[in-house]
């Protein structure tokens, strides 16, 4: 396609007017202060068109026409500017994931976008041009794998930034939020063989299946209810009996959390237990553009809550649920897989 059209040479001049002086020529004709023909002369706007303004025809921009009304385009341009604030500025790709999440939301489906409704880079790139006013492209500066490691500079500032973030935030207004998954592997352990073996097996029945759980707790030790994600096309009411107490369940084709389930767990667990609180809400996570929506930023800044961004490749070492919940929590699971299994020989 096109990217740049450029006229050819002697083709016919198009609108080589501005919009304010659109609007002062058909102000003078409306006030009867100067004739159709002699505003035309002098403003140098052809006739047809300040008849077609003054009777309300043709008054869509010309050209192909937006997807999203301005108020629509309005809140995407707000989610950039809120998820840079955050400390985790959006690219092409991930705007045109969140484009796609909000016309999947609102049920639109777009011809030009294709079959998976995603929007193309020519797309993002038109978008950034409209809104040229309040955002812009910036290139990044690539670093070295020994730069990239996480080091103490970046734990200072994490923590320095943490501490100015967290200010008169009280601690049950603090929550922490992270997915892991659930399998039917019991693990390895220390068995007794014979001297002298290197390869110990020891017969168990597992598969590769397994699920994702978001846990989300407070600073004052308050687990909210926990949100079960499976792998699988379909729901099944079995799979949501006996499970924890006010537990949330849901499904995707990976097993894994994407845009749709973050956005839900968000609107039916962590958000109604926020709507509790009094004063400001800090929810500290990882940087994953993928758990962000429309939905979510706005519901967040309507509710005075404030997404705190991890740095990145350091969760093993400071994210708290990662760290401190989730290691006995694994070895909990892993016995009771193995007490399952003795029990059923």
């Given at each position: 396609?096109?990217?740049?059209?450029?006229?050819?040479?002697?083709?016919?001049?198009?609108?080589?007017?501005?919009?304010?002086?659109?609007?002062?020529?058909?102000?003078?004709?409306?006030?009867?202060?100067?004739?159709?023909?002699?505003?035309?002369?002098?403003?140098?706007?052809?006739?047809?068109?300040?008849?077609?303004?003054?009777?309300?025809?043709?008054?869509?921009?010309?050209?192909?026409?937006?997807?999203?009304?301005?108020?629509?385009?309005?809140?995407?341009?707000?989610?950039?500017?809120?998820?840079?604030?955050?400390?985790?500025?959006?690219?092409f790709f991930d705007i045109r994931i969140i484009t796609k999440m909000l016309l999947?939301?609102?049920?639109?489906?777009?011809?030009?976008?294709?079959?998976?409704?995603?929007?193309?880079?020519?797309?993002?790139?038109?978008?950034?041009?409209?809104?040229?006013?309040?955002?812009?492209?910036?290139?990044?500066?690539?670093?070295?794998?020994?730069?990239?490691?996480?080091?103490?500079?970046?734990?200072?500032?994490?923590?320095?930034?943490?501490?100015?973030?967290?200010?008169?935030?009280?601690?049950?207004?603090?929550?922490?939020?992270?997915?892991?998954?659930?399998?039917?592997?019991?693990?390895?352990?220390?068995?007794?063989?014979?001297?002298?073996?290197?390869?110990?097996?020891?017969?168990?029945?597992?598969?590769?299946?397994?699920?994702?759980?978001?846990?989300?707790?407070?600073?004052?030790?308050?687990?909210?209810?926990?949100?079960?994600?499976?792998?699988?096309e379909n729901m099944w009411s079995t799979w949501c009996r006996g499970g924890p107490?006010?537990?949330?369940?849901?499904?995707?084709?990976?097993?894994?959390?994407?845009?749709?389930?973050?956005?839900?767990?968000?609107?039916?667990?962590?958000?109604?237990?926020?709507?509790?609180?009094?004063?400001?809400?800090?929810?500290?996570?990882?940087?994953?553009?993928?758990?962000?929506?429309?939905?979510?930023?706005?519901?967040?800044?309507?509710?005075?809550?404030?997404?705190?961004?991890?740095?990145?490749?350091?969760?093993?070492?400071?994210?708290?649920?990662?760290?401190?919940?989730?290691?006995?929590?694994?070895?909990?699971?892993?016995?009771?897989?193995?007490?399952?299994?003795?029990?059923?020989?």
């Open positions: 396609m096109v990217r740049n059209y450029k006229p050819s040479p002697g083709f016919r001049n198009y609108r080589n007017y501005s919009e304010s002086t659109l609007e002062e020529a058909l102000q003078l004709i409306r006030e009867n202060k100067m004739s159709l023909n002699r505003v035309s002369q002098i403003f140098k706007i052809p006739k047809g068109t300040l008849c077609n303004k003054m009777k309300n025809k043709h008054s869509k921009n010309p050209g192909g026409q937006t997807v999203f009304t301005t108020e629509e385009e309005k809140q995407l341009c707000d989610c950039v500017i809120q998820m840079g604030d955050w400390g985790y500025p959006l690219d999947d939301r609102m049920g639109r489906r777009v011809a030009k976008f294709g079959p998976t409704n995603l929007p193309g880079l020519d797309w993002a790139k038109s978008f950034l041009s409209r809104h040229k006013n309040v955002l812009s492209l910036r290139q990044s500066t690539n670093i070295n794998p020994n730069r990239a490691s996480l080091s103490r500079e970046v734990v200072e500032q994490y923590f320095d930034n943490l501490k100015i973030s967290l200010n008169g935030v009280p601690p049950e207004n603090i929550c922490n939020f992270d997915e892991t998954n659930f399998g039917d592997d019991p693990g390895s352990k220390n068995v007794l063989i014979k001297r002298g073996s290197k390869y110990p097996e020891r017969v168990m029945t597992h598969s590769k299946t397994g699920f994702s759980v978001m846990f989300c707790g407070t600073a004052t030790g308050v687990l909210l209810p926990v949100y079960v994600v499976y792998k699988s107490s006010k537990a949330h369940y849901n499904h995707t084709k990976s097993g894994w959390f994407d845009g749709c389930t973050f956005e839900d767990w968000f609107l039916t667990v962590y958000l109604p237990h926020a709507k509790r609180l009094t004063g400001p809400k800090v929810i500290i996570g990882d940087n994953l553009s993928s758990h962000f929506s429309v939905q979510v930023i706005k519901a967040a800044n309507e509710n005075d809550v404030r997404f705190l961004c991890l740095p990145p490749n350091c969760t093993h070492l400071m994210q708290p649920l990662d760290v401190a919940f989730f290691r006995p929590l694994k070895g909990h699971w892993r016995k009771l897989w193995r007490n399952g299994e003795r029990n059923q020989g």
